[in-house]
């Protein structure tokens, strides 16, 4: 018998009931980041005036996957999300670009894997925008930062 | 005007035209980590036998997203995938999973980006299944490690 | 900083937090046409008798489109309808088609959206269906008629 | 005028307004097989040791696919479900392999249609994986076996 | 070492490689059935004048789903189809309705799976617009007729 | 026998075969509009004013639905796309939006649809986006302006 959630008695994968949960309000945070050469960044800076359109893609792109979770991830439950919010900003100091995510809903289950698909869209969506120019980027450092609501509380990384 | 390839004149984000780009055969390879604590490691090896199914999981939703690539990424083109592959395989180093996946078609445009959303999905579904045993765990590494065909020729990270 | 509920402070695109909202019964009406030669509307209302596929087939798409209505609006909120109706009348008038569509929800958010998509689509079918004979044809017109329930009460275009 | 509640007065396809009915927990069971040669299900069972990835990928599938039913059957209603599990067992009796599916919500209407549709694909991945050694197969036997929750009270096959 | 195409050396589920295909016109035929009472299949064929929307939603969707073969099987190849057809017919005999389905197209691999998820959803959804009078109804005898194109020429059932 | 070649000679509803067209380059184009009050075509303007995020969400989610439009109109063909532009311009003069939709590809069918598709929901993203300022805003104008490839020849509105 195992003692991970997601396998039954017989090691099957399953979806978790969590028809019993109570519904309470839910909130989750996740970060990651997408490293690249000083010359790629300076080349979206430069970009950004006036438009932004590369940030402002790959931020859509995450909002539209977070959305996407239960689709991608095999044994997510479908469920409605009050807030989806992605941000990315460029940093000097990687170099490369920081990217946020924010997710909310009313439920019996978390979010959290929602705020990782969406933060590791935004990563891709900024890797495909800037590949022609840098072949050599990286996408790292994927993490849930904060947790909160659910019968486990509140919890920060 | 832009030296970035997915931004027009004005600025605005747009899929390149590859309607003159020749039909060749065309590989990309990508590679990317779980990194857990050495007991969530331990939980999946030892759940390994004899059914194995949260690395199958995760390599099967790695494959399945690989086929979304171009419903994900906004830029992306749309094209017939004539292989996925993603591979799954415990590392004690990390300690985690090094994840990689390799895809092939025969068309106008690459399959970096199919290669890069089937490993950060797996990483992510792998996240799903052992999370409710490690809140800490994180994805990084992700990167392209090969690709073959079209005008630019074979590249080798 | 802007009075648009969907741009934050920064100008950034968000998805509203509906989370503060009230749970309650909402619907909305839409509608839309086609317009096309008479000639068109004849073929249709002869092909009409016995079978009638072309307007079933437009409304069934508008029904199917407007539950994909959070995928495909970047920043509608994901939830579940309790009811989605879409009518097609052909008008000699116009000459062409009314689409009318009804969609109903118990929820925190009103479904205006899911009503403006489900007569689009059902327009583009119909457009679909019929542009081998009429290469002239025209969609518009596609405005919220009704709208009930929420923080804002009722409106009646 | 109809007796069939997907039809309205005028023979048009629609979705029931499930909106006046109660919200109550609710589960479906579903069940259905694989009818295959000998040898077939004799390479199947001789894979499964040690990584089972025919039963497991075919499991999975059914359970993806149950998210998807909404979007794949017309007139179903978009809902969370807060558990699907699917379960595939060879059976040297058939021969063949049965596939059984339970699927729960908290909602306003029942869920057989995700608990069918989960055994359906698990079924076509079953023999999208064998068809290469065997083009006999067929599917069949599916069908509902129990139902609970509702306004109809609870149901067994 | 497996026999089994879709298994790689290591058992690990995979999509097998055809771009080392030729690339042919390629057709593939699919059949099943709905068993329903009699009574059922009188109702539907009295609601079929004038309109005949039970059916026709029901070949509607087998089109669109067989459409999203690629995205519901795991290891399906996506690919353009040129053409895919949905017939039901009713039938005293059963009683019930025969789903038969078509679908081509000019590519790497063949269609069965098409065809036969085209089949699949067609009988789910006719199973959805008649569960409300007919509870005890049944899919089976699903399975391919014929299929022609590819290295392994033509094959009739 | 019906003369439009969506419906069979039965009159059902199909797709039409285009397995035996030539594979050649095709490219359409689309418009249409978004009207509204002048004041909220002034809010939009000057949020422009830096980050232009409404107009950039706009056309992004054109692009991304042009891709989807096999998914959304029931009897269209799935279809690679080598390139689809979405651009839309404030106009003072409606007042409104100008929409206008550009999509190639290399294949056996012309893409109209994925044009008038993009065009459509670019028209709906920003209906949404604005409709809490502006609850009588009106979409419309959506037509072909010019078509070039396939049997036809070119052809322009």
């Known amino acids: 018998m195992s003692e991970l ?4 008695s017989a090691g099957r994968a399953r979806m978790v009931d969590v028809g019993d949960k109570p519904i309470t309000r839910r909130a989750a945070e996740a970060v990651g980041q997408l490293l ?5 960044l300076a080349l979206v ?14 931020e859509l792109a995450g909002v539209m996957a977070a959305k996407q979770t239960a689709a991608l991830i095999p044994l997510c439950h479908p469920l409605p999300l009050s807030q989806v919010v992605v941000e990315i900003t460029p940093d000097d100091g990687l170099p490369g670009f920081l990217v946020h995510a ?16 969406g933060v590791s869209i935004a990563c891709l969506t900024l890797f495909d925008m800037l590949k022609a120019v840098d072949k050599g980027m990286e996408i790292g450092a994927i993490k849930v930062t904060a947790k909160s609501g659910g019968r486990s509380g ?4």
């Open 5 to 8: 959630s997601h396998l039954d």
């Open 36 to 40: 690249c050469a000083p010359e790629t």
């Open 45 to 58: 800076k430069a970009g950004e005036a006036p438009k932004g359109n590369v940030i402002a893609t790959a």
């Open 102 to 117: 924010r997710v909310r809903t009313t439920g019996q289950t978390g979010v959290e894997m929602e705020a990782l698909t």
């Open 154 to 157: 509140s919890w920060q990384a």
